[in-house]
């Protein structure tokens, strides 16, 4: 027991003074960026934050919830999540997020603050190698954009593309705000225009130029018009291509490469994230001319999949600027399954989601780019405005479906099923059972019963898991661990006391109590994150609770009447194991002192009160 015990300790011990010398070589630029940015700055690049006192909340990051119980405190410069217990400073948040190391998270707070940034070391050649590549494919990129405008501009192959758009309703101003360019017909002239100034490897990689069989490099793109696609931050990592005639296919964009994923980028993201936030909600359409059609129509917050199907990532970046959106793809078949699929994601993500699926134009099936052109920019916004939540679009699916069979009302309901069980709220679930029977006139009861176990239970739930969720620890303790964080005054003295004492021995907070008397008399100024750093996951979620809790400013006489209480507690837990000793019945030497520490041990409890 004794060398379990001390075994932990050693091992603690040498984690928490590793961790000081590590922060202490990571160094002062670290230090120096924390102390200027500010984390409910930093965090509201990525959650929606409303004041609450003197803290912020909002919806958190890492995990899925209704109500907020992420929590950001300014005067302390942490973060904590009371529901999936998630917690620390500005780069822990920013590293858990981007899922990045120390140093890039460094980098990343102090770019978003706008501290100028000495040259990072990088951790190894590989890695020194991949950025530059990077960086080196984004400025091709750049190039290669500059090229296609000119191209469109310039040329009289452009000048056929540039009618093409013009008769599609997109005018010069157009053609300029949303960069597009022209993939002229040669087959080499991008090729010829970066051929100087990259290797063979690096055109290759970038998507943009091809090898044929022959082992000839070849341009990707050729008598197309050029989309450029950004990153949200609006560096351009990829193009989308149309075709201008008859070629095939009619879309082709940039494959996957180093610095581009599609799963990874929503098009039109850059410019759209401002009106995301703003207006809290977001149009989902399929492509960039639907993208380039609606924010032409003065809808701002659109971004496009750029392809039918949606990616989970590609909602994690939308879900850092909202969590309501409204789908609007193609209304053919493909365009109506990938609804049916992003509606399933999406609700995965806790997104209230509606829909708008836009009534033909003529005879013809309209998406949003020909909606737009034939119909107005007023009359989009009327329906988007009208879009119903998604559950009505997918009874309307439903009642598609021959409903005047048994079999066909079967199909029906096992197609919305899913969909119910995906409602995060069990009152909406029932609500929208009981509509789905009524719409589809289900009498069968093996059919209601199969709804309503489906509104009962939801698959997905996130559980807190339990052994997990903070303990309650006595309020002594609780007060204690805040002071021995915060109390700058007297948190040497108080360490002292508790360390010389034992005071903290035994007890449920014994772990966080040790590694705060640690840090205290380590003689640094302590940093509650860096301390939770070296504790287990329970005590780390104790730590932060007592951190975020309303507490007044502390008093030395406050720490005095705490550390008495606990020598009350000590001496009744004595108290007790004496009187375990003396019923053990011991030979009578030992009775004598047993007793004798007992009248002892009764006489300090009786003065204390
Ligand atoms: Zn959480």
Request: hydrophobic share 40%.
């Amino acid at each position: 027991m004794a060398g379990l015990s001390c075994s932990w300790q050693c091992h603690f011990l040498f984690s928490l003074f590793h961790f000081l010398f590590v922060m202490a070589e990571v160094g002062s630029f670290a230090d120096r960026v924390k102390q200027q940015a500010d984390i409910v700055r930093v965090v509201s690049e990525y959650v929606r934050l409303k004041k609450t006192g003197k803290d912020f909340s909002g919806l958190c990051p890492f995990h899925q919830e209704k109500t907020p119980s992420f929590t950001v405190s300014p005067i302390k410069q942490i973060f904590y999540c009371f529901g999936c217990g998630k917690g620390g400073d500005v780069y822990n948040f920013v590293m858990e997020l981007e899922k990045c190391e120390f140093p890039e998270a460094v980098k990343l707070v102090a770019e978003k603050c706008d501290i100028a940034i000495p040259r990072l070391k990088e951790r190894s050649p590989v890695e020194r190698k991949e950025n530059q590549q990077r960086a080196v494919l984004v400025e091709m990129h750049r190039e290669a954009q500059s090229f296609f405008v000119k191209q469109l501009e310039g040329t009289l192959e452009g000048k056929a593309a540039r009618a093409y758009l013009e008769d599609r309703g997109l005018d010069k101003d157009a053609i300029a705000r949303f960069g597009i360019g022209y993939a002229p017909s040669g087959g080499d002239l991008l090729l010829r225009h970066l051929k100087s100034k990259y290797s063979e490897k690096l055109l290759v990689d970038s998507g943009l130029v091809s090898r044929d069989q022959g082992g000839r490099l070849f341009d990707r793109f050729r008598r197309r018009i050029t989309f450029p696609i950004s990153n949200e931050s609006g560096k351009i990592l990829a193009f989308g291509c149309r075709a201008l005639g008859d070629d095939q296919p009619k879309y082709l964009n940039s494959p996957e490469t180093p610095i581009y994923s599609k799963s990874n980028v929503l098009y039109h993201m850059d410019r759209a994230k401002d009106g995301i936030r703003r207006q809290d909600f977001a149009i989902l359409v399929e492509g960039y001319m639907d993208a380039i059609a609606v924010a032409r129509a003065g809808i701002s917050n659109v971004v496009a999949s750029c392809g039918t199907s949606l990616a989970e990532p590609q909602i994690k970046l939308l879900g850092r600027f909202t969590h309501r959106v409204i789908v609007n793809y193609d209304p053919d078949a493909a365009g109506q399954s990938a609804t049916e699929r992003s509606i399933s994601l999406l609700l995965e993500q806790d997104f209230e989601v509606r829909v708008l699926a836009l009534p033909p134009v003529g005879d013809k099936k309209a998406d949003p780019d020909l909606f737009i052109r034939e119909r107005g920019a007023e009359e989009y916004l009327r329906l988007v405005k009208e879009a119903p939540p998604y559950v009505d679009y997918l009874i309307a699916r439903a009642r598609q479906m021959d409903l005047s069979t048994a079999e066909g009302k079967r199909q029906a309901v096992n197609f919305l099923l899913p969909y119910v069980q995906k409602i995060p709220n069990r009152i909406l679930r029932s609500e929208w059972a009981t509509r789905i029977a009524q719409q589809l006139r289900l009498d069968e009861p093996v059919l209601r019963a199969a709804l309503s176990k489906a509104a009962a239970e939801r698959r997905s739930e996130v559980k807190i898991q339990p052994e997990l969720a903070g303990r309650a620890a006595k309020p002594v303790e609780r007060r204690l661990i805040r002071m021995l964080a915060e109390a700058e005054g007297f948190r040497h003295e108080l360490a002292q006391q508790l360390q010389n004492a034992r005071l903290y021995h035994g007890l449920e907070t014994e772990k966080i109590f040790a590694a705060l008397v640690i840090a205290s008399l380590s003689g640094q100024p302590l940093q509650a994150t860096e301390v939770a750093a070296v504790l287990e996951e329970r005590d780390r979620r104790l730590l932060f609770e007592i951190l975020f809790e309303d507490a007044t400013e502390p008093t030395w006489e406050e720490a005095l009447s705490c550390i008495e209480a606990l020598q009350h507690r000590q001496a009744e837990r004595e108290l007790a194991d004496v009187q375990r000793s003396i019923e053990a019945n011991p030979p009578v030497a030992e009775m004598r002192g047993l007793l004798e520490k007992k009248q002892d041990l009764m006489r300090r409890l009786a003065a204390a009160r």
